[in-house]
């Protein structure tokens, strides 16, 4: 089982359209938990770090269910410029960082 | 520029060959990390050093692979007698050591085409 679960997508959705990405992790010992963004062909981007509170930033609000280890990402009123693969990423055993296989997110005109 | 650099940005080399690649952190960052990446994948870990110490493996680094970072500032990942298996994306990033909840800056990659 991987460390990191993610549905692969693609999401095909219309601009203005509110979407959410869900990811899974297997150990429960995970200490912190992020989202990142890629573009196509570029490097990982810090989108942002996910609280066990609950964090917004924007349009982007991430959520922690350490019961459930899930964590998810909403992303209210898409822009054409969220296009782009959003990587689910844990660490645990300090300092040592999971990937999910990331969710392809496709935002049309 | 003052990110996370690497060189070079693409090689292209026969297998058997070997080959190293460079990444030079953000400055005052002693956190730094070197993963692999395929298509439709996510960045899979392979090293991680603090300062010069490198303090973790991936079982992914088989022998062939070796990592260095002599004086804590930049650091090169050498890949001997390549395989076609080795062709992916190799992704370095750096992090500044201030505790949890830490940001990782990447570089641009180095994409490895072994034919």
């Known amino acids: 089982r991987k460390e990191v679960e993610q549905d692969p997508g693609p999401f095909n959705v219309p601009e203005g359209a509110t979407v959410a990405f869900n990811c899974t992790y297997s150990n429960s010992a995970s200490q912190s938990f992020f989202w990142y963004r890629q573009d196509c062909r570029k490097e990982p981007k810090l989108l942002m770090s996910v609280y066990s509170s609950g964090n917004e930033d924007g349009r982007f609000t991430a959520q922690l269910n350490r019961a459930s280890q899930y964590i998810s990402l909403l992303i209210r009123d898409s822009k054409l410029s969220d296009s782009a693969t959003y990587l689910c990423v844990v660490e645990y055993n300090f300092n040592k960082f999971y990937f999910g296989s990331g969710t392809k997110l496709n935002v049309k005109p | 520029d003052t990110g996370v650099s690497q060189d070079p940005r693409h090689k292209i080399t026969k297998r058997g060959q070997n080959v190293t690649f460079r990444c030079d952190p953000i400055s005052e960052h002693n956190r730094l990390y070197w993963y692999r990446q395929t298509l439709g994948q996510g960045p899979e870990f392979l090293t991680y050093?603090?300062?010069?110490?490198?303090?973790?493996k991936s079982r992914l680094l088989s022998d062939r692979f070796s990592a260095e970072r002599p004086k804590g500032s930049f650091s090169t990942l050498e890949i001997q007698r390549t395989e076609q298996g080795d062709s992916a994306m190799y992704l370095c990033?750096?992090?500044?050591?201030?505790?949890?909840?830490?940001?990782?800056?990447f570089g641009p990659g180095t994409r490895l085409l072994v034919l």
């Open positions: 050093f603090q300062n010069e110490a490198q303090l973790e």
């Open positions: 990033a750096s992090s500044p050591n201030q505790g949890r909840q830490e940001t990782q800056y």
